[in-house]
């Protein structure tokens, strides 16, 4: 699916913000970069200055953590620095404020990374159209599958955001058909089993997770989990369609600062132009 016009039930025809984001890409000769920062790290207003960091300097699209008392599949960087905004009083609310702060000074489509259980909290309804009101592209939705997702579903479709689920190595062909068919902007392709984290080598498996999506439907297929540098970034962009960043930013944003994830970004970018055949 990932189509980028869609009809909400209020009879909106809405844009996916992703997918244009991830078609100007393309249209430039290569593959989006996404960014990954938690919100709230190390607060809500570093945050904010780091997605601005990151659009300037060569971002397409910027993904926003919501800080999880229990993570299932994040690494220690990122795990950390959750942890350390949940100590220091991150609100879920506040997440909206990071996206808003985002939005408004750069055109790169913003979502939202987040476990089900802390928009179940607040409410489908109530947590999409706030997200929508903030100008947020849509949801990442790491333990989410279609089969469970009817509310998130209606929702998207009512405000207009892109639902992003994940497939994996493991997902059967029937598995993929579905997750494709119910995303909306683009498929997150998940490279490795296991959780994430920055590694030398890019997974063999993230080529047939692109491929097998791509197959099942996909328009736009993002590969995440172990990306850290401009090589890992070029290796992927040239079978992918955007290629995704996040422990490797955490970092610097820990060690260096809104700077330094200037910087690792700029960097980062330089991989995404797709080789000549």
Not at 1 to 20: D, H, P, Q, Y
Not at 103 to 110: F, G, L, N, R
Request: include cysteine; aromatic fraction near 6%.
């Amino acid at each position: 699916m990932n189509s980028v016009e869609s009809t909400t039930s209020r009879g909106i025809t809405s844009t996916s913000k992703s997918a244009a984001a991830i078609d100007r890409a393309k249209a430039q000769g290569r593959a989006a970069l996404i960014g990954y920062l938690p919100a709230g790290y190390p607060s809500v207003a570093d945050t904010i200055a780091a997605g601005i960091a990151l659009a300037e300097n060569g971002a397409d699209l910027i993904e926003i953590g919501v800080p999880y008392s229990d993570p299932v599949m994040d690494g220690q960087v990122i795990q950390a620095a959750t942890g350390e905004a949940l100590a220091k009083g991150f609100r879920v609310r506040e997440v909206f404020d990071v996206v808003r702060g985002i939005t408004s000074k750069t055109d790169a489509a913003v979502l939202v990374m987040t476990y089900w259980n802390p928009v179940v909290r607040m409410g489908v309804d109530e947590f999409s159209r706030r997200l929508a009101e903030a100008g947020g592209a849509g949801l990442i939705t790491p333990d989410l599958i279609p089969d469970e997702a009817s509310e998130w579903m209606a929702a998207s479709d009512k405000y207009g955001l892109d639902r992003v689920f994940l497939v994996a190595p493991s997902s059967s062909p029937e598995r993929m058909k579905r997750t494709v068919d119910a995303s909306r902007g683009f498929v997150y392709a998940v490279s490795i089993m296991g959780v994430t984290g920055a590694r030398s080598s890019v997974s063999s498996a993230a080529e047939g997770v692109v491929a097998a999506a791509h197959a099942a439907g996909a328009e736009r297929v993002c590969v995440g989990l172990g990306v850290s540098n401009a090589d890992q970034v070029r290796e992927i962009a040239a079978y992918a369609d955007g290629v995704i960043v996040g422990t490797a930013l955490v970092a610097a944003i820990r060690d260096g600062g809104v700077d330094a994830v200037a910087s690792l970004t700029k960097d980062l970018s330089t991989g995404l132009t797709k080789e000549e055949a």
